[in-house]
């Protein structure tokens, strides 16, 4: 199979999936597990295809150029650390749906469930194949929402709501910090390209910005896997169902962080900054996960904290700077991942056979459930590090390195020390797991009778156990060339020897293990009663909990500073909140101009039309009269607002931009007919003093307002006038276009080859952002309701009474329209009309004044007009319009376009162009631009009709509770 296919299909197939999950009905359990269960399967085996030419050829690469000159290209690259990255995800992932598949309960909302795992495994895929820097930050946070819909999923539940909202939190600044980190390594290195970057390790490390790099990297990483200080999210992460804690918080996601550290371990290593900030991070992680762990009651609390622990044992492995110390690192995460997925569905099982997790409550499960109870036994042992089990031997190669002198400092003196120590907790937290939960007498009134769970709930937990026990024996035979491939990957050529042999003879990392072994035993005994009796364990555990510490600084800065910020700023009126915006705009860019020396000069006027002057004097009087009405009547603002925005356009047309005011006479049409039916719901004015002291502020108020709408509106005309005389924008940018927009776009409209070609990726963020507004507008309308001073609510019941006056039997959603016979008529006979105009608009607008945005205005326009002549009742009754339907196609559209070109090895939304000779038309410019304009046409519908039938809504509730209040006030009289 083609590597590019290959590789693309490896991240595609399970977003594509989710997808597919998220339609299904609510109770379809069985069909959304074979759809998760094959799509991890078939990620699994295109990774297995891939094996091979890793093997041969070490790194097997995709690259689709996206916006080559700022070196963001699509670059997919799996090497052999990449696939076994890929084999764990994928892997994991199936088994997970198969154990999910019996765990989750009917009545769960399941297809949002596969949806959003799916999505994480995708997010996860891609992380890991990333051959982008910036590509790797994008997938990065896409981990972080997903695992917080993941984590919250049960969102009833206040601890999930709090769970999830403290894991974005801290995951996402740490997100942040990586993509200024990545943004300062492409700098450095001036790529992107993950190659490129692994290349240049010794100019990194000796570059300026190399620690500030490290740093926001470092943050990146430590808070994704949730080491020291950024720990505390991870335990409070299990309120997430047991499936996700499995999956995300074993083999996945809490990876991410010593993936990343890993892979850039060549570039960033080596350095005295590395090993004291990684070293510290993970010796105190390592110690402080194990403590803690110890002393929690809640099953998957004790996992949480031990997943702490080993993560510091990697990380600690790692800031060594030692090639023998990333082997044991990078075979630690394999190990760690099987035994400790494995005890995570232990966990799940022995809650949903008994109903609690607590172990307090838990004891003598062995005589109930034997099978589970040995393989959560071997899982527990493999994660003390029993000898034949995996967990030994990474953790005997983790003493190897803690023993060597890598520099010479107190971290790297106390190594020993801490190792054995935290091999110790470790021994302790198994064997309480253990002999708690599987041992003593029969438990007493649990929720449940324990069982046995199905055996296919069970089987990925056989699978992980006898994986534990097969790589403990025969390592060598069994993981060594998949661990080869992976560790000379990152390694290359400095891959040391290394040995994966059971038996060593009798050395120092052999007795460092039997100390931890029987110091465990020991400490577990001295322990066991207080263990059992403690309600919170020791009493300073609470003064170091991160959570305190977070929840403090949030209210902090979410409450006292954000309420005091409020407080001198803020307002509930939306006046001062945009001129606050106004202003600082207004500042934001006098400020860079002025200390850049712009000085424009005054415009040379050598001959003034005396109509285009009238022109403008009648829109600067329609401008000043809209203020000035405002006050007393908004219909008549609104009316010379209107006559303002027809002086625009006639100015667009005056200097040979009729695509300009083509687009501006539509936009003003429609604008002026939403708010004409948005304006009943404003509140009313104020009654105002005609004199003394507050007449006297109101006026000073408005002067004010004056002065800042001159300096800003004079200001943008400033800069246009600047940009627009300036010799560099004539003879760069302009002439630019003018010459290749038909050589290069296929179009003669400057205008719109420059929207949907030159600029097309810049059109694609603000056809997004009217979709978001679109949505965000019928939502809050939906929700809206009159205050009490607003104009609709006093006038409410008259406008009923006079409209059942006029047509006692007209229905609720007709208009006015209905009832003026020939307005009503004309209106409907043009809708055909400018639905021919509309696709003409679109039809000629590459070559002549026109496009989808333009189109998409006369359309919505046609549908405004039905609305005003046959009522929303028409409308919706019979134009099945669909308007969030041309929302979304109309972005998925823009989108395929884009990304079409990448089929035939051009940047993202590349554009191809000629003629097609059309019957009767003739010759007819067709671009494959016009796909991309095609969409923008649909999105400007389906935003307009949106906001229309919302209003539209909102009239009809109005009417509807206007009548009730007359049917009640007949009743009661």
Request: with cysteine; aromatic share 12%; net charge neutral.
């Amino acid at each position: 199979m083609n590597d590019d296919i290959l590789l693309i299909l490896i991240v595609v197939l399970p977003f594509a999936g989710s997808i597919l999950a998220a339609t299904f009905r609510p109770n379809a359990r069985n069909s959304e597990a074979w759809l998760a269960g094959g799509v991890a399967l078939a990620c699994l085996l295109l990774a297995s295809i891939a094996y091979p030419a890793i093997v041969e050829r070490g790194v097997i690469r995709s690259e689709t150029e996206w916006l080559p000159t700022l070196g963001l290209n699509f670059v997919l690259r799996m090497d052999g650390f990449a696939w076994l990255f890929s084999v764990l995800v994928s892997g994991f992932g199936f088994l997970v749906v198969l154990y999910a598949r019996y765990y989750m309960s009917p009545q769960d909302p399941v297809p949002r469930f596969f949806a959003f795992l799916l999505a994480f495994m995708g997010a996860m895929l891609g992380l890991v194949i990333s051959g982008n820097l910036v590509l790797l930050v994008v997938f990065w946070e896409l981990t972080s929402i997903f695992s917080f819909l993941l984590i919250g999923y049960w969102h009833h539940n206040s601890s999930a709501r709090d769970g999830a909202r403290m894991a974005l939190t801290v995951t996402a600044i740490g997100g942040m910090a990586l993509l200024v980190g990545v943004l300062l390594i492409g700098h450095i290195v001036g790529s992107y390209d993950l190659d490129r970057v692994l290349s240049s390790g010794d100019l990194i490390r000796s570059h300026e910005l190399y620690l500030p790099a490290l740093l926001l990297i470092l943050l990146g990483a430590l808070t994704k896997s949730a080491q020291f200080p950024f720990h505390f999210w991870l335990p409070n992460a299990m309120a997430a169902p047991t499936p996700v804690s499995a999956y995300l918080h074993s083999a996945t996601m809490v990876k991410a962080g010593v993936f990343l550290m890993a892979r850039l371990w060549p570039v960033l290593s080596g350095t005295p900054e590395w090993f004291w900030i990684v070293g510290f991070a993970g010796m105190a992680s390592l110690l402080v996960g194990a403590f803690f762990a110890i002393f929690q009651h809640d099953l998957k609390g004790l996992l949480a904290y031990s997943t702490i622990s080993h993560l510091g044992l990697i990380t600690m492995l790692l800031s060594l700077g030692s090639p023998l110390g990333a082997v044991a690192a990078i075979f630690h995460m394999m190990n760690h991942a099987t035994f400790k997925a494995s005890l995570f569905m232990a966990a799940g099982i022995i809650d949903h056979e008994t109903g609690t997790r607590d172990m307090r409550r838990l004891s003598g499960l062995f005589r109930f459930m034997p099978i589970t109870a040995t393989l959560a036994m071997v899982a527990s042992a493999a994660m003390a590090g029993v000898p034949l089990l995996n967990g030994f031997l990474s953790k005997e190669m983790f003493f190897a390195e803690a023993i060597e002198t890598h520099a010479k400092s107190v971290l790297d003196t106390a190594a020993p020390y801490v190792a054995v120590l935290a091999g110790a907790f470790a021994v302790t937290y198994s064997l309480r797991f253990i002999h708690t939960v599987f041992f003593g007498p029969p438990p007493k009134d649990l929720e449940r009778t324990p069982h046995e769970p199905p055996f296919w709930m069970r089987f990925p937990i056989q699978f992980l156990v006898l994986a534990c026990l097969v790589v403990g024996i025969i390592p060598a035979m069994t993981v060594g060339p998949f661990l080869h491939v992976a560790v000379t990957s990152v390694l290359g050529p400095d891959t040391p020897a290394y040995s994966l042999s059971v038996w060593h003879g009798f050395n120092l990392p052999l007795l460092m293990s039997a100390i931890a072994l029987v110091g465990g035993v020991v400490l577990y005994l001295l322990l066991n009663s207080y263990l059992n009796e403690s309600e919170e364990g020791p009493p300073f555990l609470r003064r170091l909990e991160g959570r305190r510490v977070f929840e403090r600084v949030l209210v902090t800065l979410s409450w006292k500073w954000a309420r005091s910020l409020e407080t001198v700023l803020g307002t509930r009126r939306l006046q001062p909140q945009l001129r606050v915006l106004v202003v600082v705009a207004f500042l934001a860019a006098l400020v860079p101009l002025y200390l850049n020396g712009f000085r424009p000069g005054l415009p040379v006027l050598d001959a003034i039309d005396p109509v285009f002057v009238l022109i403008w004097a009648s829109g600067i009087f329609c401008a000043i009269g809209a203020a000035y009405k405002a006050k007393y009547h908004r219909l008549a603002a609104l009316i010379l607002l209107g006559g303002a925005g027809l002086s625009t356009c006639i100015t667009f047309a005056w200097f040979s931009a009729p695509d300009l005011a083509l687009t501006q006479l539509l936009v003003e049409i429609v604008t002026t007919v939403l708010l004409l039916l948005g304006l009943r719901w404003l509140p009313k004015r104020l009654e105002e003093k005609e004199r003394g002291a507050v007449a006297l502020g109101i006026r000073l108020r408005r002067y004010r307002d004056f002065v800042i709408a001159v300096l800003a509106g004079g200001g943008v005309g400033l800069l246009a006038f600047a940009a627009m005389t300036s010799p560099f924008a004539a003879e760069t940018v302009a002439s630019y276009f003018l010459e290749n927009a038909y050589l290069e776009g296929g179009g003669k409209n400057v205008v719109n080859v420059i929207l949907v070609d030159f600029r097309g990726f810049d059109t694609l963020g603000e056809i997004t952002v009217l979709a978001v507004v679109a949505l965000t507008v019928f939502a809050l309308l939906r929700r809206f309701r009159p205050a009490a001073d607003s104009v609709a609510a006093p006038e409410q019941q008259r406008m009923q009474n006079a409209f059942d006056e006029a047509a006692p039997d007209r229905e609720l959603g007709d208009t006015v329209g209905d009832y003026l016979l020939v307005p009503a008529v004309l209106m409907q006979w043009a809708f055909p009309v400018v639905i021919v105009l509309a696709v003409y608009l679109f039809m000629r607008g590459h070559d002549l004044p026109g496009g989808g945005f333009v189109a998409g205005i006369a359309m919505a326009a046609a549908f405004i007009l039905q609305y005003m002549a046959a009522g929303a009742r028409w409308l919706e009754e019979r134009l099945r319009i669909l308007p969030v339907s041309w929302i979304g196609l109309g972005l998925l559209l823009a989108a395929l376009t884009g990304m079409g070109s990448w089929l035939f090895d051009y940047p993202f939304l590349t554009s191809h162009s000629q003629y097609v000779e059309l019957p009767l038309a003739g010759a007819v410019p067709f671009a494959t631009a016009m796909l991309f304009d095609l969409g923008v046409f649909g999105i400007v519908v389906g935003a307009t009709v949106l906001m229309l039938i919302a209003l539209a809504h909102q009239s009809i509730r109005s009417l509807r509770s206007a009548r009730a209040a007359v049917e009640v006030e007949g009743e009661d009289a």
